[in-house]
């Protein structure tokens, strides 16, 4: 595959469906139910107009921004998917050597099938020798606690930097395609790597992921007494718990319907935004993910307040197009498309994107 020849998300994901497995084509592109929401994402930027200044642009752009201590050279970050040996074989650490070279941060899936101290490894090796990439967990937060303990014991000695809990996940979405097409399991030889052998007493054995719809506000208490990590939560969706969380004391917010893959029906992120900034207040970072296909879809979130977006899909497009390179270019492609929109915005960096930049639109981007 020429990688050089796409020059949009969308493309990479129209070869990555080529070159799949229908049913990981469709697990990855689905979400739950209807996909009312997996919908709403694209659409909720389709929706919103630029609106650009003039005449006080810059030629250098400085798109870097600094997430709790660490730099990113840009506020693209890669989102957390399960799951990339079923679209690559190198799998997550194709993904980390793309993060290293692109020098972006990497949220690696708890789901991952490699494990995290494997994938912050990869990273090391494929980043620049002056840089130290950064590598954030997800977790999902185990009804065990000892389980979790462990897994947070795991992340912290790989070095990740943050630990992003996702808590929109009191019980598994109903992705309907993976009903029909019988997906339920990973095919022999891949297993979720984070959690073999969790507690060291069982060889060889890997634990499922638990998910719980008892987990509490306590929960996020006990993780913040158990890491010196900044805790992030991804999939507040209320602006009452994104309040909440911040009197919890959580260090950031990831705004996230995960893709449309839970409760369906639920708002496209960009469309919560504004309510979240007044809710949040500026006390903690927001970050915000769903639907981002575009440098433009960049710029508008950032404008209306967040300070960096996550892209879940368009990486596994990426990887599954052309392993590390497809996502390095999908990356890439990303980057560029933000710089010139920012250059077209009239804006000299990314402190110059405010809401008056955005409007509200007619149409739809595709
Ligand atoms: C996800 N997402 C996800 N989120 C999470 O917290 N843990 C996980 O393991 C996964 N796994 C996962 C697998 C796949 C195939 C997809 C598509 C998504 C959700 C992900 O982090 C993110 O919220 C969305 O993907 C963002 O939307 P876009 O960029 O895919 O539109």
């Known amino acids: 595959m020429d990688l050089d020849s796409l020059f949009t998300v969308d493309e990479f994901e129209a070869v990555a469906q080529r070159k799949l497995d229908p049913v990981y084509y469709d697990y990855i592109a689905g979400g739950s139910r209807d996909e009312v929401t997996v ?16 005449l006080r642009g ?30 690559c074989t190198e799998g997550e650490l194709a993904t980390a050597r793309a993060a290293a070279r692109a020098d972006t941060i990497m949220i690696a899936s708890m789901a991952s099938t490699v494990a995290v101290g494997e994938v912050a490894a990869a990273a090391r090796a494929a980043a620049p ?12 937060l185990q009804p065990d606690l000892d389980d979790t303990t462990a897994l947070i014991a795991r992340a912290t000695k790989a070095g990740c930097k943050a630990l992003v809990v996702t808590v929109d996940s009191p019980v598994l979405g109903a992705n309907e395609r993976n009903h029909r097409n019988r997906f339920h399991d990973l095919p022999p030889g891949m297993a979720c790597e984070n959690l073999r052998n969790l507690r060291g007493d069982e060889p060889g054995n890997v634990r499922q992921i638990a998910m719980s719809p008892e987990l509490s506000w306590d929960h996020i208490d006990w993780l913040r007494e158990h890491t010196e990590l900044p805790v992030l939560l991804k999939g507040v969706l209320h602006p009452e718990d994104a309040r909440i969380a911040v009197d919890h004391g959580v260090s950031g917010l990831l705004l996230s319907n995960h893709g449309g893959r839970q409760l369906d029906t639920v708002p496209a992120t960009i469309d919560l935004l504004p309510e979240f900034v007044e809710a949040v207040g500026g006390r903690v970072p927001l970050l915000l993910d769903g639907g981002v296909r575009r440098g ?3 710029v508008k979130a950032l404008a209306l307040g967040a300070v960096a977006v996550g892209v879940g899909r368009p990486i596994v497009w990426g990887l599954a197009a052309g392993g590390e390179d497809g996502a390095t270019r999908v990356l890439e492609l990303l980057r560029d498309e933000l710089d ?5 915005c009239g804006a000299r960096g990314l402190a110059d994107l405010t809401p008056d930049l955005v409007r509200p639109a007619a149409g739809s981007r595709r």
């Not at 810059?58 to 990339?84: C, E, N, W, Y």
């Not at 010139?340 to 077209?344: I, K």
């Open 39 to 54: 919908r709403a994402n694209l659409d909720g930027f389709g929706r919103l107009s630029l609106l650009p200044r003039v």
């Open 58 to 87: 810059s030629a250098q752009r400085d798109l870097a921004v600094t997430l709790f201590g660490a730099r990113s050279s840009m506020p693209i970050l890669i989102s957390p998917t399960a799951f990339h040996r079923l679209v």
């Open 129 to 140: 020798a002056d840089h130290e990439p950064t590598l954030w967990f997800q977790l999902y």
């Open 296 to 298: 433009t879809d960049v």
């Open 340 to 344: 010139h929109t920012v250059a077209l």
